[in-house]
C-alpha cells in the first residue's frame, strides 16, 4: 500500500462495527463467506437489463449501507468503510442476480452479508429496490441513515423474548390427522425448492399456515419454537446425544432509548443460546423430559429466560474473534433458529407484484449444524432450511411432518 492510500483510508472509514455486527462479520469469515443470507422472489413481468441497472443505480444511491466494505485495521478491530472502485476496496456486502423465469416473470436472487442485514430487515432493503424498478414517484429520494453502533446506544431492557405465547392455553382446536381438510393427509408434502448452496425451502399455504399457527397457540407455543424442538429431537438422535445448542435470533430494535436512530435495514440482533434437553429414539416419543409439546415448552421458558437475561457486552474485536473461534471449533450441534414474521408490510404495495418470496441462511461447516429461517408472505409460511452433513433428508422429512401436523394430536 502506498503512502497516499495509508493516509486516504483513515477518511474512508465510517465506524466501527458493534459487538453483534462483528461476531456476525467474523462468523462469516470462519465459515468462508457461508454465513448470510440468500433471499429469492419472483416478479411478474420482464425487465430489460438496461431497466434493473437503472433501478440498481437509484437503490444504492438511497441506501448507502450498502456500499460499505468492512476493513480489518491489523491493530484487532473491524471498521466499516466506504468502498470505492479497485482491488484493495474490501468484500462487497451484497450480490444481486436477475434472471428469466417461466411464463413472462423474472427471477431475483439477492444475497447480503449478515453484518448488515438480518433476517428481520430484508424486505425493508427489498422494497426500496421494487420502488426503483417500477418508478415510484419520489420513493428514491434522499437516503436513508446507516445504521448507528448500537455499543453506543443506552440498553433499556430485555423486551419480549419472541418465543412464548403468553397467558393462558387458548380454547382447544380439533385435532388434525388424515381428512382434517381438503387434501389434508399422511401423504402430503410440503412445496419443496431446492436452493444453490445446499438449502431447501418448504412451503405450505395460507390454509396449512393456519391450521398449524391454531394448533401451536391452544398449546401456548410459537410455531417457530415448535419447529425447533423438532428439529432439536432430530439433532440429538442423529448425534447420539441428549442435548442440543438452540440459538434463537431476537431483534433489538425496540430495546434501545436511542430506538428511534435505529433504521430498520442493518444486523441489530442479539443472539440467544441454550443447551436443551432433545427427545428420545423416535418422532413421538416421550422421555424424562416430557412429550414433544411438554418439551417445547421447556425450551420456550428457557430461551425466554436467556432473551431477558441478555446484555450487550460491548467487547474488544480480538476477544469476539476468539470468541467466534470456539465456537466454530465444535462443542456438539448447533440449530440457529430466525423468525422474520411477515414480509407482506415490509413490501408495501409491490406485494401484490411479487408471485415468490423466500430466504435461506447459509449452513455451517459442522458436521451437525444447522439454520432455520421463518418467514411468512401473503399468509403463508415459508421456512427455509440449511443443514450441514448427511442428515438433511432426515431434517427435511420431519420438518415437513411437523408443518403439516402428520402424526400430531
Known sequence: MSGGERERTPVDRVRRLSDTEATFAYTHALMGGRGGLTTSFTMNGVFSPERVEAAVELWLRRLPLLSLRIEDTGGGELWFRQGTPGPSAGERLWGLRVGRAAEGATRFSL?????????????????????????????????????????????????????????????????????????????????????????????????????????????????????????????????????????????LRRRYAERALISEPGCVLGVVRARLRAGGAGRDAVDAGGDLVGRARGHAEVLCSAGRDWRPERRAHTAIRRAVERETEGGGPELRVTDAGSVDTALGPHAGRVTGFRTVAARGDGALDGTLHLS??????????????????????????????????
Open 111 to 251: 444475497s447480503l452479508h449478515p453484518a448488515i442485514c438480518d433476517g428481520h430487515s430484508v424486505g425493508r432493503l427489498v422494497r426500496p429496490l421494487l420502488d426503483a424498478l417500477f418508478g415510484v414517484p419520489g420513493a428514491c429520494a434522499g437516503k436513508e441513515d446507516l445504521p448507528p453502533d448500537t455499543d453506543e446506544l443506552t440498553y433499556e431492557s430485555g423486551g419480549v423474548c419472541g418465543v412464548c405465547v403468553p397467558g393462558p392455553a387458548r380454547r382447544a382446536v380439533t385435532s388434525y390427522g388424515e381428512g382434517a381438510g381438503p387434501g389434508h393427509g399422511r401423504g402430503r408434502s410440503a412445496g419443496v425448492v431446492r436452493e444453490s448452496g445446499g438449502g431447501v425451502t418448504l412451503a405450505i399455504g395460507p390454509y396449512e399456515t393456519r391450521r398449524l399457527r391454531d394448533w401451536c397457540g391452544a398449546r401456548r407455543l410459537t410455531v417457530s419454537g415448535f419447529l425447533a424442538t423438532v428439529l432439536a429431537d432430530a439433532f440429538a438422535r442423529e448425534s447420539g446425544r441428549r442435548e442440543v445448542t438452540v440459538a434463537t435470533a431476537v431483534s
Open 376 to 409: 411468512s408472505f401473503k399468509g403463508a409460511l415459508t421456512v427455509g432450511l440449511a443443514v450441514g452433513g448427511p442428515w438433511a433428508a432426515v431434517a427435511e422429512r420431519e420438518l415437513n411432518d411437523a408443518m403439516l401436523l402428520h402424526n400430531r394430536r
